[in-house]
Every structure is written in C-alpha cells, then in structure tokens.
C-alpha cells in the first residue's frame, strides 16, 4: 500500500495550489491532496471543508482525528506513505505525505503540488497519521 500512497500523491504533483481544491489536474490544497490519496485507496473519507486557511485552536488535529481512514501515531514511528502534520507558523496547519527521503505537498508558496527533501520539514512535524485499510 506505502507504494501506492505515493504514486497517488505524486500523479498530483505540478496541479496548481487552491484553498480546497479538491481535482487533481486543477487544484489543490494540503487537504485535499491527501484526499485524494484516500479515494484513490478506495478508502473512506470524511473530507471536511470549510476550514480556514490558517487552522489554529486544534483545528486541523481535529478533522485528522475524525477521519476513518488515518491513525495517530508517534512521530518517532514515522514511515514512509504516512501523512504529516507541520506547523509553518503557530498551530499545525499544513499536510504531506512522507516518501522517506522527500515529501509532496500543495504548497501556496510554490503555487501547486511539490516534491521537496523532507529534511527541510522534519522540524515543523507536529502530528503523523498513518493511513489505515
């Protein structure tokens, strides 16, 4: 499945970054990209919309939580397919999936779906998911 997961997320690479995008091919967010990871598992999603562009409060910890389809784990645990949390400024308010040497992500600073060294993120990692069956 860790193969697949990446092969889903990097098919989105180069897609253009949007708050809630939701369609590979035409936009993206962090969000929405690992929505896209999760249909394309075939695996349920709760996908919630609506969230601010900077979640703050626990926002984001709380929508990953009620989502079926990922797992809370120990950072220490990390591997890679799994989904990272990062904080860019207070809260953790941004989402990627590990490749184990680099990540992918709907970044708004590039504009669009991104595959970047990993070690550059590792500090910001607040939370990881694993993506469960």
Not at 9 to 17: I, L, N, S, Y
Not at 60 to 86: H, M, Y
Request: net charge positive; aromatic share 6%.
């Amino acid at each position: 499945m860790v193969e697949r997961i990446i092969e889903l997320a990097r098919e989105c690479k180069g897609t253009p970054f949007r708050h809630q995008g939701r369609k590979r091919g035409v936009a993206l967010d962090c969000a929405g990209l690992v929505a896209h990871v999760l249909h394309g598992l075939g695996l349920p999603v709760n996908d919630s919309k609506g969230y601010s562009r900077s979640p703050f409060d626990g926002q984001l910890e709380a929508i990953l939580l009620a989502e079926p389809s990922l797992q809370l784990i120990p950072k220490s645990e990390t591997q890679p397919g799994d989904v990272w949390a990062c904080r860019i400024k207070k809260d953790p308010q941004h989402l990627m999936i590990y490749t184990g040497t680099t990540v992918i992500h709907a970044y708004a600073q590039t504009g669009r779906v991104v595959e970047q060294s990993a070690d550059a993120w590792r500090k910001h990692v607040t939370h990881v998911y694993r993506i469960v069956a």
